[in-house]
């Protein structure tokens, strides 16, 4: 089996790319795409006659320079877009809450569109009925502020 591998570079190619398409499902990171982009290099390779030693080679090469240069575009255009497409807790992140109960740096109760969540506050306490913006997302906790303009007119 192992000689038949030896003689067959290709299909070590093909099934690392698909075990590397795999877990990218599994992971989307966009780290593992990119070693798969490696491994179509090393099959390219391969069938158009390279050593096994230049296929691992082109491999590694073109693995290093998709990671180096493509994915951090890649992850700049997926998070780049307006608001609206933001999704799950990065859209609350500058959303508009009520305090429901009085809010401290240890804890308390704030109101978001229709939820209730658990929340501390980064700017001292705040009382309950206050209005106040969402400025992070910590676990199951929503890290509150008051609004600028409420600090303006104090």
Do not use: Y
């Amino acid at each position: 089996m192992f000689e038949w591998l030896g003689e067959n570079w290709w299909a070590l190619w093909l099934t690392a790319f698909l075990a590397f398409a795999v877990i990218e499902m599994i992971t989307l990171d966009l780290f593992f795409i990119m070693l798969g982009g490696g491994t179509l290099a090393a099959l390219i390779a391969d069938f158009a006659g390279a050593d096994g030693w230049l296929q691992i080679v082109i491999f590694c090469i073109v693995s290093l320079l998709m990671i180096a240069f493509v994915r951090p575009v890649a992850l700049a255009h997926i998070k780049k877009g307006p608001p609206e497409q933001r999704t799950n807790i990065d859209r609350l992140i500058g959303e508009s809450a009520v305090v429901m109960e009085p809010v401290t740096t240890a804890g308390g109760l704030v109101k978001i569109g229709g939820d209730i969540w658990s929340a501390r506050s980064s700017s001292g306490e705040l009382s309950a009925g206050q209005k106040v913006v969402v400025a992070a997302i910590d676990g199951a906790t929503a890290v509150v502020t008051t609004p600028p303009e409420a600090l303006d007119q104090a």
